[in-house]
């Protein structure tokens, strides 16, 4: 089926059974056909929209009007595009804008659209969304609509008299392993082979190091240098447009390019660990039976099951980093250098999210203020 003004078409193979997007590009002056296949009609179509919009969004808005959901998945491409989102970034945002298309705002013309029904679009999510995914949304609308009222595409913002809700849900507080089940777990870590937890290395890494779980499992032999005592984290794992994983060519922020110091306690497991790929002639540290990236969510599964044997819950692989850094909090670190440590751009992300001081240290703390009070007779 053709388009308009040599937009593009859409047609069905049905050798492949899957439906095609057709269209042209000029390359070095010539012009050439693209065509990329997806599973459903609408899914062309809506690939189609976006290269358009990608292409020269005036003119084809001119023409065909604003359609809200596609050229939300536009400005995304053309972030993904220029750079200045990663690829986890960007599926993150099409999620976001996935629970925008399911509702019945996208029924409602972009120039008709007022406040009140991006208001109660939004208030609907109060009971099924954290307040995370509210947040997410939220900002994809606003960021939406600023650009097509910058642009003059549409006369009024209807974001400028929406309310950002707060969710109902129950927002689950991260937690890190108390001193006791830390110790539990070391124990069982340091009398179990690699054959027997495959990734008891890692989580000691963790535990010992602060790294992220996708940062783990993007080590590669190469990145553990033992002359100078640190481990080189330099990339994390991701996702692609498709969902698969891969090790990307960055951290999760730029802070996150860091060498950490390689704690002395783990030094023997770092060395067994490279002996162990070594011998199979591998290079990524903690690679799947396939020789590849090990999916995190395994990893985490993996985690869950060894804790529940010993009765300990809500703690999963980002509590191991959690647990590193409340740690480091109780023994009186510098923020700074844990801020640097942690591999944040922002050292009140630090203080505020990852620091968890357990009670029995609070209460050190109180028994100094009442040892004070007493030599005062207060």
């Known amino acids: 089926m053709k388009r308009k003004n040599n937009e593009g078409s859409v047609f069905y193979n049905a050798y492949r059974n899957r439906w095609n997007a057709q269209y042209k590009i000029t390359e070095n002056g010539k012009i050439k056909l693209k065509t990329k296949s997806f599973k459903t009609k609408e899914d062309a179509e809506d690939y189609i929209d976006i290269i358009m919009y990608e292409r020269n969004a005036n003119e084809y808005i001119k023409n065909h009007g604003v359609n809200l959901i596609s050229f939300m ?4 491409l053309v972030k993904l595009n220029s750079n200045t989102i990663s690829k986890s970034q960007y599926i993150r945002i099409c999620d976001s804008i996935k629970h925008i298309e399911d509702s019945e705002l996208t029924k409602i013309p972009i120039k008709r659209m007022k406040d009140n029904d991006i208001q109660m679009y939004l208030n609907s999510l109060i009971e099924k969304y954290s307040n995370s995914s509210i947040s997410k949304i939220y900002s994809q609308l606003t960021q939406t609509f600023e650009y097509l009222y910058n642009s003059g595409l549409i006369k009024h913002n209807p974001m400028l008299g929406v309310i950002k809700p707060r969710s109902m849900k129950k ?4 937690r890190a392993m108390t001193l006791d089940e830390e110790r539990i777990f070391l124990n069982y870590l340091k009398k179990t082979n690699i054959s027997e937890c495959k990734y ?7 535990l010992f190091s602060g790294l992220r779980i996708g940062e783990v499992l993007a080590l590669t032999v190469e990145d553990i240098d033992f002359e100078n005592n640190i481990i080189k984290v330099e990339k994390s794992l991701t996702v692609n447009e498709n969902g698969k994983i891969i090790c990307g060519n960055r951290t999760k922020t730029n802070a996150g390019f860091r060498n950490v110091p390689i704690n ?3 030094v023997k497991d770092l060395k067994e660990q490279i002996k162990y790929v070594k011998a199979r002639k591998q290079v990524i540290l903690f690679p799947n039976s396939n020789n590849n990236y090990t999916d995190p969510r395994k990893v985490n599964d993996y985690l869950t099951r060894i804790l529940k044997s010993f009765d300990i819950s809500g703690i ?3 509590s191991l980093r959690y647990t590193f850094a409340t740690r480091c909090a109780e023994s009186g670190i510098k923020d700074v250098v844990l801020k640097n440590l942690m591999g944040h751009y922002d050292i009140e992300v630090t203080k505020n999210v990852y620091i968890d001081i357990q009670k029995n240290f609070e209460q050190d703390e109180i028994k100094k203020v009442e040892k004070y009070m007493k030599k005062y007779g207060i």
């Open 264 to 266: 002395s306690k783990i």
């Open 73 to 76: 998945k536009s400005r995304a």
């Open 316 to 318: 999963s692989t980002h």
């Open 171 to 174: 927002t689950e507080k991260r």
């Open 200 to 206: 008891k290395n890692a989580f000691l890494i963790q």
